[in-house]
């Protein structure tokens, strides 16, 4: 095997990583501008003005989901952990069967551009699009939060530089080319990049998966014996390598799991897809598509993250800048050298452009759809003025998250860990508003609001006081200790415990539900009819 990292801890030659990540660059700020040009409306801006077809969505949904958790941080995982880092995959693939039956269809037929479209509809305006604006921005800046960093990581490690002031600086500019595609393109440009960027991952994916299976003679078994052997024990084949050391890890996995199938049907960056698309047949057809080709995907970064294991090596891969997360770019470069390192790094690098850039325009819409527009103006706002506060704010939330992704790729934290904590979020905050608003007749502003505040704060303050932050070498802030949560994932408390909120901030309230409107929002969620309308009342 070839020396993969040289003295200056680059691999592959800098000059054509940085000719690859140009050219990207280059074509999605064409396809940007061309799309800037239908941008006439808060519609165009937010929802691409509805004209997405649902094969379109549906690999738009996958670019926006196959983020660099699901190819930095699995890879990595697998290559590491062996089965218990393919988990990530199975959570992340099944949740897409509880967005599919519950959620998409129901989601796309009653709101017009956010969640809290959904939510507020037959509650106390006001107080329940603000909570939600607030959820939308928590879980955007966690997801965030992993892009950046991940961004921050490979760009290091692919160009050569080196040290705190270097990293950062490329978090700085991976922000601003983020914060210009969503001030530019709004959803129409941001969609076509994300239909890009997944086509490019699935295509780089499949070639390292044949390359890897080539050079074992297409012969699984073969691939599982080469990752034994570079590991030196069968324990990668085995469960237990990382979450079956004691009873916390289990438990543990158990919480992760449950954060990781329920939070795709809250993630706000998702939910907005689905009112891109122009009736609730297309919305049904982009989630089947979005399945197809994620699972499809997912079976790829099985045979990577095990490649990488057995070719590359784990000690190789956790010490290389990046850590964890630099496992795919280390195969890349060990199967096909300078070349197909420099595509898969390109490929990874539009990975997270496309990615922070849907999360980015999320989050702005909703602070000026939900909070400007709806609350303060209460529906009086000026043409324009909407998507004018929308831009502003993608600035501001795009500085924010380059901060924390310095601070995320200072600890050297696993994407793909990261991103499960944005689960968590979603889990606890909207799933069960959401579910019960859609199902729920007597459900209630007072329920909504209990379940959203209680959910967001339970889980994140547990996240602030477990051993993600402080009290152990990985942690965020390794030199002090205020852990006193055991487990690293919040969701297995902060889930349950949200459910319980909304059902008795409900039953413990004298207000009585609108049953006129849970009358609307029924016809409206089966049928779609008045999904064109504003949701102003």
Excluded at 376 to 401: C, H, L, Q, Y
């Amino acid at each position: 095997m070839p020396d993969l990292l040289a003295a200056d801890a680059t691999i592959g030659n800098p000059a054509i990583n940085i000719s690859i990540f140009g050219a990207f660059v280059v074509v999605t700020l064409a396809i940007t501008f061309r799309a800037s040009r239908n941008n006439k409306s808060a519609a165009d801006y937010y929802a691409a003005g509805r004209t997405i077809t649902g094969q379109q969505n549906g690999l738009a949904i996958a670019g926006d989901y196959l983020s660099a958790a699901s190819f930095l941080g699995i890879a990595g995982a697998i290559a590491i952990y062996g089965y218990d880092g393919f988990l990530y995959s199975i959570g992340f693939l099944v949740a897409w069967l509880v967005a599919l039956l519950l959620v998409a269809e129901l989601m796309r037929n009653t709101a017009r551009f956010t969640m809290a479209d959904v939510l507020a509809f037959r509650m106390r305006q006001g107080p329940v699009r603000t909570a939600a604006a607030i959820s939308t921005l928590a879980v955007s800046l966690f997801y965030l939060l992993a892009q950046m960093a991940g961004a921050g990581g490979l760009v290091a490690l692919l160009l050569g530089v080196s040290g705190p002031v270097a990293e950062a600086l490329v978090v700085v500019v991976v922000g601003a080319l983020m914060i210009f595609y969503v001030l530019v393109g709004g959803m129409r440009g941001t969609t076509w990049v994300q239909i890009i960027k997944a086509s490019l991952l699935i295509a780089g994916a499949l070639v390292m998966t044949l390359w890897v299976l080539a050079d074992y003679g297409f012969n699984l078994s073969s691939l599982l014996g080469g990752a034994v052997t570079s590991a030196g024990s069968e324990s990668v084949l085995n469960p237990g390598a990382q979450y079956g050391i004691s009873d916390t890890t289990r438990l543990d996995f158990i919480s992760l799991a449950l954060a990781l199938v329920l939070g795709t049907a809250g993630l706000p960056h998702v939910l907005m897809r689905f009112y891109t698309v122009p009736t609730a047949k297309a919305a049904r057809t982009s989630v089947v598509w979005a399945i197809w080709l994620i699972g499809i995907f997912y079976l790829f970064s099985l045979i990577i993250g095990y490649g990488a294991g057995a070719m590359v090596g784990a000690e190789t891969i956790v010490a290389a800048p990046g850590g964890v997360n630099a496992a795919a770019p280390l195969l890349a470069f060990e199967l096909g050298g300078t070349v197909l390192l420099g595509i898969i790094a390109g490929v990874a690098f539009a990975t997270i452009l496309a990615v922070v850039a849907g999360l980015t325009i999320t989050a702005s819409a909703s602070f000026a759809h939900d909070v400007y527009a709806s609350v303060i103006k209460k529906g009086d706002v000026p043409p324009n003025g909407e998507v004018k506060v929308a831009r502003i704010t993608a600035v501001v939330i795009g500085a924010i998250s380059i901060g924390l992704g310095i601070l995320a790729l200072r600890a050297g934290l696993n994407i793909a860990f990261l991103v499960a904590l944005a689960f968590a979020v979603a889990a606890s905050a909207n799933l069960p508003t959401i579910l019960y608003t859609l199902f729920w007749k007597r459900f209630t502003t007072q329920g909504a609001l209990w379940s959203i505040y209680g959910g967001l704060i339970i889980c994140v303050g547990l996240i602030l006081f477990s051993p993600v932050v402080s009290g152990t070498e990985t942690s965020m802030f390794p030199g002090v200790d205020f852990a006193w949560f055991p487990l690293r994932n919040p969701g297995l408390v902060s889930i349950p415990a949200s459910f319980l909120l909304g059902y008795l901030g409900t039953v413990l309230t004298k207000e009585k539900p609108n049953e006129a409107k849970w009358a609307e929002l029924e016809v409206r969620a089966l049928t779609g009819i008045g999904a064109e309308k504003a949701v102003q009342h």
